[in-house]
Nanobody, 121 residues
Framework: QVQLVESGGGLVQPGGSLRLSCAAS????????MGWYRQAPGKQRELVAT???????NYEESVKGRFTISRDNAQKTVYLRMNSLKPEDTAVYYC???????????????WGQGTQVTVSS
């Protein structure tokens, strides 16, 4: 199994910044894509950004130029730097990893527990 532990959420004023972190642990063989998703109240979960093991990135249109995703492969950790935050960025942010483990050798989606990000004055 894979455990994903997120940190870094909180309350920030519009225009402010936050950095989210997510560390993967467990009986991991490989971690391919890691990413961040978010879910606002009353809305479906949506992709925010993803990054492959060779650092190819993909961003949701509304966060391009404001958010930066990065990862440390050795530490199996993914980060999301969020700048110029807006009230509409308010959501629960979930970490995702597509990983192979010693007990599940086919690639499987794993999710963190979520961390709240609130952008408000």
């Amino acid at each position: 199994q894979v455990q994903l532990v997120e940190s870094g959420g909180g309350l920030v004023q519009p225009g402010g910044s936050l950095r989210l972190s997510c560390a993967a642990s467990g009986s991991i063989l490989t971690v391919n894509v890691m990413g961040w998703y978010r879910q606002a109240p009353g809305k479906q979960r949506e992709l925010v950004a993803t990054i492959t093991s060779d650092a190819r990135t993909n961003y949701e249109e509304s966060v391009k130029g404001r958010f930066t995703i990065s990862r440390d492969n050795a530490q199996k950790t993914v980060y999301l730097r969020m700048n110029s935050l807006k009230p509409e960025d308010t959501a629960v942010y979930y970490c995702n990893a597509k990983a192979r483990t010693t007990t599940r050798v086919w690639e499987t989606d794993y999710w963190g527990q979520g961390t709240q990000v609130t952008v408000s004055s």
